[in-house]
């Protein structure tokens, strides 16, 4: 049986938060070093510990009771009151990548925002990957991020009601958390 098909996709409890901060932190330290693994292990566990419950889903994804993959979305505030998630960060454990596990797990995600009525979501990443789970770049003059972006090209979205992206409109403030410029 392929390993999709046993997996475990589910949103967090607070028990499982200890092994989601240290699969960001072996995660990112493996693929682009120490300091950037303590850097997203730290985001990890500031949107875990400081963000209220309507503004974050955290999901992970389950081999067996392993957590091998982990998603986060928290609350994007724009003037005009529309309902959007940013997603940052995901990570899935460097045994288990390349098997689909990321792709499920963001499309997993997607779908729970979508349910809970949340009309787009953003990120900021990689065009390369993002473009294969539906985001496409958007102008960071037409949606505002947070910050001044180091990496305008990275500045993604995908509406989730069909709705233009575009109607985003006015200012963007993001949790706690993520404001911090270095994240940006
Ligand atoms: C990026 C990451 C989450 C992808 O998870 P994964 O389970 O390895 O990815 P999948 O097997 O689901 O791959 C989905 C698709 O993306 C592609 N892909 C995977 N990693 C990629 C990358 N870094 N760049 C471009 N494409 C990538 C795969 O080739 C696959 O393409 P296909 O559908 O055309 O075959 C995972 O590799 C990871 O945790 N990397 C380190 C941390 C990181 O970079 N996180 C993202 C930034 S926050």
């Not at 889903?57 to 993959?69: E, L, R, T």
């Not at 003059?141 to 709705?163: I, N, R």
């Amino acid at each position: 049986m392929d390993t999709l098909s046993t997996m475990d996709f589910r949103r967090h409890t607070q028990n499982d938060s200890p092994a989601i901060v240290s699969l960001f932190k072996s995660v990112f330290t493996k693929s682009e070093g120490e300091a950037e693994g303590t850097l997203i292990s730290q985001l990890a566990k500031d949107l875990l510990e400081k963000t209220d419950e309507r503004d974050l889903y955290c999901f992970i994804a389950a081999d067996n009771s392993q957590i091998v993959g982990s998603i986060f979305f928290s609350r994007l505030n724009f003037e005009n009151g529309i309902d959007s998630f940013i997603l940052a960060p995901v990570a899935v454990h460097n045994d288990h990548q390349g098997k689909g596990i990321g792709k499920a797990l963001i499309d997993y995600g997607l779908s729970e925002l979508k349910k809970k009525g949340a009309s787009v979501a953003l990120t900021y990443g990689d065009p390369a990957f993002y473009n294969k789970v539906g985001f496409r770049t958007i102008s960071s003059e037409t949606v505002k991020a947070p910050f001044t972006l180091s990496q305008p090209k990275g500045w993604l979205g995908q509406s989730l009601s069909g709705d233009s992206i575009e109607t985003l409109s006015g200012k963007c403030t993001c949790v706690e958390a993520l404001s911090d410029p270095r994240y940006w």
